[in-house]
């Protein structure tokens, strides 16, 4: 039998690197890292939603917890003279306290802009919420953001799922829409994949977006040496 695999996993190590990367010297620590890392993120995902949160990255060193968000909307984020971000870290910095309370790492609060929001499956994926949520036909929200997408130079291929009591129906089903290639067992196929969902006053509508950006060739550095001494061929 087949397995359904998460696309950013598969790729670990190949394509892809951890969203997280920090090392832990004991088992408390690194509970205490876990639940940190976890209470981040969740907070982020409801704080900033409706600014096309992309991603949330963290990186630990001795003295450091360093938080790159990445957005869509950099400017709602940051706010006027960089208050919502001052205010952010602040939170950010209160609520690893409470978890943490030994650890006194200085927190460092970075905010990246996603330069173009249609390769992001995470911004798509709330494009789609956002049309639901203002009670758009599914079909048309679908067929609208594939297009637009797709229109991206970089994209190869988009798919956009849905499932839910769609159209207020009594019965949930699933309703899905593809353009261009999916290849999802291809280690070396840039895939970004990202759920999210669309809170109406009927139910939850989960959406699922997965996105072909090409394939990723690393260049193999080949080192020559050659011998003093040794005779050159003309």
Known sequence: MTHTVHPYAHRLGIIRDWKSRWFAVDKKSYRENIKVDELIR?????????????????????NELR???STGRPGLVIGRSGENAAKLRTELLNLVRRIAPTDRRTLKFDI???RQPETDASVVAYMVAEGLEKRMPFRRVLKQTIEKVIAVRE???VRIAISGRLGGAEM?????????????QTFRADIDFAHEQAYLPYGVIGIK????RGNVYQEKKTSVRIQEGAPSRG
């Open 42 to 62: 969740r907070f982020l995902t409801k704080r900033l939603r409706g600014t096309y949160t992309s991603g949330v990255e963290i990186e630990r060193s001795a």
């Open 155 to 157: 994209v190869e291929g």
């Open 209 to 212: 977006v997965w996105i072909y």
């Open 112 to 114: 990246v802009e996603v």
């Open 172 to 184: 949930s089903r699933k309703e899905e829409l593809k353009k261009g290639r999916i290849p999802l």
């Open 67 to 69: 938080v790159v968000l």
